[in-house]
């Protein structure tokens, strides 16, 4: 069975520090990794998409990682605001099917 | 602009009736999906549709029906068999299947 887990499921942090949020998969054939933000009560926001052929993705300060060996993928933060507060799913591509994780949810303390 | 627009943003059901969740792109995209978000859970696909007059089932379709009948139009009815109706309700769109989706906002469907 295709399972996405995101660990941890909360995490609150003061603002500036860098952080990591993890996500596994149990099934490695994958297309591609997207990283996703969700505010409350809204739809999703792509982040990073990291192609199965990928190690990393960066976009500002947002990097991405990928280990399909291991069924691992990162989404590290650096330098947080309390903007970036906010609920981050993890979603992994088996060819027409998307499997989320439950999320973290993230708080950014001021 | 182009995107995703979900209707209504929120949704009321008494029990025993169908309600219609409507979702529109004006993005040209072959793919559409309907997820559910239950709280703590993660979206779980509901259908999905490559083409337009064409749609398949996902992992938790009973209690539900779609229709393609336009390439920009996936409507999601919630028929009385589904017991627990309750969740939020998102729809996304790819350009083709296995392309990274974009996501409409969600409505929520209460019941009554």
């Known amino acids: 069975k295709q399972e996405v887990t995101q660990i941890p499921a909360a995490l609150s942090v003061p603002e500036g520090e860098n952080l990591v949020l993890n996500c596994s998969f149990t099934?490695?054939?994958?297309?591609?990794l997207q990283w996703f933000r969700q505010d409350p009560g809204k739809g999703l926001t792509s982040l990073l998409l990291i192609q199965s052929s990928q190690r990393e993705q960066t976009s500002g300060r947002l990097n991405a990682s990928l280990d399909k060996s291991s069924g691992r993928s990162t989404l590290y933060i650096a330098a947080s605001q309390p903007g970036d507060s906010a609920t981050y799913l993890c979603?992994?591509?088996?060819?027409?099917?998307?499997?989320f994780g439950a999320g973290t949810i993230l708080r950014v303390k001021s | 602009d182009g995107g995703i627009t979900q209707s209504p943003k929120y949704l009321f059901r008494k029990e025993g009736q169908n309600v219609t969740l409507s979702c529109e792109q004006n993005?040209?995209?072959?793919?559409m999906y309907w997820y559910r978000q239950d709280p703590g859970q993660g979206l779980r696909l509901i259908y999905y549709s490559q083409i337009v007059n064409d749609f398949q089932k996902g992992d938790i379709a009973e209690g539900y029906s779609v229709s393609r009948e336009k390439k920009e139009s996936f409507p999601l009815t919630v028929t009385s068999a589904q017991k627990n109706p309750t969740a939020f309700y998102l729809c996304?769109?790819?350009?083709?299947?296995?392309?990274?989706?974009?996501f409409g906002d969600g409505t929520r469907l209460s019941i009554l």
């Open positions: 993005l040209n995209h072959d793919a």
């Open positions: 979603a992994v591509e088996y060819g027409n099917k998307l499997v």
């Open positions: 996304a769109s790819s350009i083709r299947a296995a392309q990274p989706q974009h």
């Open positions: 099934d490695s054939a994958i297309y591609n």
